[in-house]
């Protein structure tokens, strides 16, 4: 065990985080993302919520400086949809944890895929809200 470390954060959660660098992409999925199919690597935090999982993970990580959103949401398909109200609290989180206000990116449906794809790794967890995916951009600790 170790001191201050929520014990969400597995130590293969800790691993993938501490191994990933600048610019690398960590999705976390809520429990209909297709986290399995669309992983390089994949962390099960089952049981678990995004905003749970969210809140933990940016005790440890970065959000990267040098591009206008570090974080990024899939856009509902249909758009007359009104905004998931899960992310007011991604906000709020994000907020709080890098200490000034961030805007979410929307990204279509199958682009967000796409770059879950490509991301370093995807944390699968059991969240029940529709459109509570996250995409985080690595920055740099200084």
């Not at 065990?1 to 976390?28: A, C, F, R, Y």
């Not at 999925?29 to 992983?39: H, I, Y």
């Not at 899939?74 to 991604?90: G, H, L, N």
């Not at 906000?91 to 279509?108: A, Q, Y």
Request: with cysteine.
């Amino acid at each position: 065990m170790l001191k201050n470390v929520p014990p969400l954060i597995s130590p293969e959660l800790m691993e993938v985080m501490m191994k990933m660098g600048h610019g690398d992409e960590l999705v976390i999925g809520d429990g209909n993302f297709p986290a399995d199919s669309n992983a390089q690597r994949i962390v099960r935090c089952d049981g678990h919520s995004v905003p749970a999982v969210l809140e933990a993970v940016l005790k440890f990580f970065p959000l990267d400086t040098f591009v206008k959103a570090p974080a990024a949401v899939m856009q509902p398909v249909d758009p007359s949809t009104p905004e998931p109200p899960i992310w007011t609290d991604f906000r709020k989180i994000i907020n709080v944890s890098e200490g000034r206000k961030l805007s979410l990116e929307l990204v279509e449906r199958f682009s967000f895929y796409e770059r879950a794809q490509k991301s370093y790794a995807i944390v699968a967890t059991s969240e029940t809200a529709l459109y509570a995916n996250i995409i985080l951009k690595k920055g740099v600790v200084v």
